[in-house]
């Protein structure tokens, strides 16, 4: 069985320091002997380590997900979604204990991690429905006696690639929709949080042994580069769905494309929120709070860009400054904390290090920035706003923390093109109760971004949308609408039901 309980993990939290293996093939364990630490993010001590998958294991992983593929992808999708409801019903028994390992890792706050559980088992349920409507299309066809139509087959084992912002919900997108879709996966989370990850691959590895299926079906590698790189250069790796930097992404990439396979990116985004004149300020201002220091700031769709209109500045500060100032920051177990640490010293020092660059180039911090604790007891940092010009270099680039960069505008169209400037593209919204400004901001020439919001945040998407952004984001969709597509090879069959052999396009070709 698999080296982890998770009542066990969470009983023995501080002073267990569980040693967990490199590779996870269904409920096989296999060790490795280069380990790394994980460090907790409350009070920067080590909670476990963890081996690093060597390469003869990747190369075994591999080759069990393909042979598990082939059992897999022909038991009817109805039945591959039963699998996932019963994989929900003990993610449902098991929420607030996985919640706790959520927090226990990526440092969030409890009520953000059980959100985080509850997007995991809304994406489980969307999924359950998706198993009976994985529907093709039929096709008018210009020949007589033929029928067009399409289908949609799995396409085999499948990597997902996490980050440690959300360990377990963006890893359930990709499971959840891959799984009814008739694919293995290899699961590689972030080295970060190998408790969260064990945690779910014991649950679905629970499920899949009820039904009598396959635990091979769902694998996990804990891997660097190196390892990365073996895994998503092998040709039986049908897709490579990765979520974290734009760097990271623009390496998979590259690499994936050159052997002609698949990649769903998603990837940093640079996201703003527009405050204009008839906004209803007390949502925006709660909308702002959220986007901003939810989750440290640590969110792929966190806000980094409010741009407000000139005549609300002032106030609209003013008003931020006593959130800023005031926003509980403590140990993320505690519900009253609205803020827990950031993920590692790492980060506090590139938020100090962007905060001096701003200032270099002209910025002037409006509050924030100050270290709560020293580095051997967990990386808290109060969250930080600076008022910069939105051309700047360093606005330009994503700073994973709390750090709010402020612009005004006089134009609507001023904002929309200097939120469009820069490289990313994931979220956006804008605050007005004018609708001439809110179809522009949603219109073709308004947000470039894959997500424009109205009157809402820019984080905290539901499950039901087609998740992703544009440009360096790196154009791919997961989780709700059609997303289930990615995971899916599509098929054109034409069946001729006559007895001639028209050919399209009206050509002749008889013989003489
Ligand atoms: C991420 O930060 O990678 O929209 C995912 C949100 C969450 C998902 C964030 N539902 O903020």
Redesign the pocket.
């Known amino acids: 069985m698999l080296d982890i309980n998770i009542q066990a993990v969470l009983q023995n939290l501080y002073n267990k320091q569980q040693h967990y293996g490199s590779v996870y093939i269904g409920q096989q364990t296999l060790y490795s002997k280069q380990n790394i630490d994980v460090i907790c993010p409350i009070d920067g001590k080590k909670i476990a380590s963890i081996g690093l998958s060597t390469a003869v294991q990747i190369e075994q992983v591999v080759a069990e997900s393909q042979s598990a593929f082939k059992q897999w992808e022909v038991v009817p999708a109805p039945q591959r979604g039963e699998l996932i409801r019963q994989f929900s019903v003990l993610v449902r028994n098991h929420k607030t204990d996985l919640a706790k390992m959520i927090s226990l890792e990526a440092g969030k706050p409890i009520q953000e991690s059980l959100g985080e559980v509850q997007?995991l088992i809304d994406v489980c349920d969307f999924a359950v429905g998706l198993s009976r409507q994985l529907y093709g299309l039929t096709i008018a066809t210009e020949r007589p006696n033929h029928r067009m139509m399409e289908q949609w087959h799995p396409l085999g084992p499948i990597v997902v690639i996490s980050?440690f912002?959300?360990p377990m919900?963006?890893w359930g997108w990709n499971v959840a929709l891959a799984l009814v879709c008739g694919n293995s996966v290899i699961w590689k989370p972030s080295c970060q949080c190998p408790l969260s990850a064990l945690a779910c691959q014991q649950l679905l590895v629970q499920a899949l042994t009820a039904l009598n299926y396959n635990p091979a079906i769902s694998s996990i590698v804990f891997a660097q580069q190196q390892g990365v790189e073996q895994l998503v250069d092998n040709k039986k790796i049908k897709l490579v769905s990765a979520?974290g930097s734009c760097q990271m992404g623009r390496a998979i990439g590259i690499r994936v494309a050159a052997r002609m396979g698949r990649t769903l990116l998603?990837l940093g985004g640079n996201n703003a929120l527009i405050v204009c004149p008839s906004a209803n300020l007390s949502l925006a201002i709660r909308a702002i709070t959220f986007s901003a220091l939810g989750t440290s700031g640590q969110?792929?769709?966190s806000l980094r860009r409010l741009f407000i209109h000139q005549s609300l500045h002032a106030n609209i500060i003013e008003q931020l400054k006593t959130v800023y100032q005031t926003v509980k920051i403590g140990d993320p177990f505690n519900p009253e904390n609205l803020m827990g640490p950031l993920v590692n010293q790492v980060a506090v020092d590139t938020m100090l290090t962007s905060i001096e660059q701003a200032i270099a180039e002209g910025g002037k911090v409006i509050c924030g920035g100050e270290i709560i604790t020293k580095a051997d007891s967990g990386f808290y940092i109060r969250p930080a706003i600076v008022q910069i010009s939105s051309d700047a270099s360093i606005v330009q680039q994503e700073t994973f923390a709390p750090l709010l960069y402020v612009h005004s505008f006089d134009l609507l169209e001023e904002a929309i093109s200097a939120q469009n400037s820069v490289s990313q593209g994931l979220s956006s919204a804008i605050f007005t109760e004018n609708l001439q400004e809110s179809e522009l901001f949603l219109s073709c020439i308004g947000s470039d971004c894959g997500i424009a919001n109205v009157n809402i945040g820019t984080?905290?998407?539901e499950i039901g949308g087609a998740?992703g952004g544009e440009k360096d984001t790196g154009g791919g969709r997961e989780s709700g609408s059609d997303a289930w597509k990615n995971y899916m090879r599509r098929v054109t069959n034409t069946i001729n039901y006559g007895n001639d052999l028209p050919l399209a396009q009206g050509i002749s070709f008889d013989m003489p």
Do not use: D, P
Request: glycine share 6%; proline share 0%; net charge negative.
């Open positions: 997007e980050a912002n959300f919900a963006v979520t998603e969110r792929c769709t984080s905290g998407a998740f």
